[in-house]
Structures are given as structure tokens and as C-alpha cells.
């Protein structure tokens, strides 16, 4: 479980928020925060590893389309990341390298389908040196 995290509960919806000292680690832990949501209750290992790259006009749909992203890989190809390691970012582009499984269900229990990252209530902003995100998804 990602730490320092606080849990949005809204309704038809739940959500994150946390802070750190830099954007890549906001979006990292953001990512992980994401997948402790949908299962809670299990590890992951690093089995296998995949590479992500997306795009956008602006810093909040970059977190919107990398969240998104990840949640896609969940659902089509079963695919939890252990582990992400960004290699590139700025305020348009994300590329990260993904370490991690799919899912076994006998050693993986998925509590709660993610249908979308939505823009309602997000935020990501930079205050005295620390990144903040907040994000809500649509279950």
C-alpha cells in the first residue's frame, strides 16, 4: 500500500490525493495508489515488463492519459504493474517502463473495476517545492 495517500470517497466514484517532492514520483505513486484501489489485497511480482508512452496538451490530461493507460493494459491484457520506472517526462509526455504481472486469479483478487479517470474535482498543481495531485475514477 502507497503511502500518505488519502482515499476520496464520492459518489459512484473514489479517488486519490497526495503529494510529493517531484512530479515523476506524484505520477508514479499515483499510478501505484491507482492499482492498490482495484487490489488491495495483493502483490504483485515482477514478471514481466512493458513500455508506455503517452501524450497531452497540458499536465492534467497527462495524468488523465497515464492513469488511463495503465488502466487499459488492467484491462485488456490482465497487466498490474509491481513497479514503474518514468524515462522521459515534461509537461507533454510520459514514457515509463512497467514492471509487473498478469493477473493470476488464484493468487490476485480484484476488488473494484475502475471504468474511467475522470477530470471531475482534478488537480495537479505545484506548491512551496511539492507536486500535489488529486484524481478521481469513475467505478
Known amino acids: 500500500m502507497i503511502k500518505d495517500v488519502t482515499i476520496i470517497d464520492h459518489t459512484a466514484d473514489i479517488g486519490i490525493r497526495l503529494s510529493r517532492d517531484r512530479l515523476e514520483t506524484v505520477f508514479v505513486d ?13 502483490t504483485f511480482l515482477e514478471k514481466e515488463t512493458r513500455e508506455v508512452q503517452v501524450e497531452a496538451e497540458d ?32 509537461k507533454h509526455i510520459l ?25 471531475h474535482n482534478l488537480k495537479v498543481k505545484q506548491e512551496s517545492g511539492r507536486w500535489s495531485v488529486q484524481v478521481l475514477f469513475d467505478i
Not at 499515483?30 to 488491495?40: C, E, N, Q, Y
Not at 488511463?68 to 515534461?90: C, T, Y
Not at 504481472?101 to 477530470?119: G, L, S
Open 95 to 119: 514514457k515509463a517502463r512497467l514492471f509487473g504481472e498478469r493477473i493470476d486469479p488464484r493468487a490476485h483478487q480484484i476488488e473494484i473495476e475502475i471504468k474511467a479517470v475522470t477530470y
Open 30 to 42: 499515483a499510478a501505484l495508489a491507482m492499482f492498490d484501489i482495484i487490489a488491495p489485497d495483493s
Open 59 to 90: 499536465i492534467e490530461q497527462l495524468l488523465v492519459n497515464w492513469l488511463s493507460e495503465l488502466n487499459v493494459l488492467l484491462q485488456l491484457q490482465q497487466f498490474v504493474p509491481a513497479r514503474l520506472s518514468i524515462l522521459e517526462m515534461d
